[in-house]
Nanobody, 127 residues
Framework: EVLLVESGGGSVQAGGSLRLSCAAS????????VGWFRQAPGPEREGVAA????????YYADSVKGRFAISQGNAKNTVYLDMNNLKPDDTGMYFCAAEEAPIPSQCRRGTILFTNWGQGIQVTVSS
């Protein structure tokens, strides 16, 4: 069973920074993609960033380019999302997702369909 656990959320003022962590276990995909999504109050979930474990440029949503950075830990079972210059519009529940990625370009373009999800963690940015 794939298990994804997010940590590092919280409340911060606009302009501040947070680091989210996603600890993954229970899957042995040789090629995988890990992504971060967020959901403000409402039904839509927005893809924020994604990274392919085999390298290459990560995917970023236009709304976070230049402010957020996704990276893999040394053990590659942890993925981080560094969020800088946070804005009130960044407020929401942030979810980690993981999926096998036999076609790496799908991960790098942010078009992969994720089926494994964490429980989510709240990020609140106040003005």
């Amino acid at each position: 069973e794939v298990l994804l656990v997010e940590s590092g959320g919280g409340s911060v003022q606009a302009g501040g920074s947070l680091r989210l962590s996603c600890a993954a276990s229970g899957y042995t995909y040789a090629s995988n993609c890990v992504g971060w999504f967020r959901q403000a109050p409402g039904p839509e979930r927005e893809g924020v960033a994604a990274i392919y474990n085999g390298g290459g440029s990560p995917y970023y949503a236009d709304s976070v380019k230049g402010r957020f950075a996704i990276s893999q830990g040394n053990a590659k079972n942890t993925v981080y999302l560094d969020m800088n210059n946070l804005k009130p519009d960044d407020t929401g529940m942030y979810f980690c997702a993981a999926e096998e990625a036999p076609i790496p370009s799908q991960c790098r373009r942010g078009t992969i369909l994720f089926t494994n999800w964490g429980q989510g963690i709240q990020v609140t940015v106040s003005s």
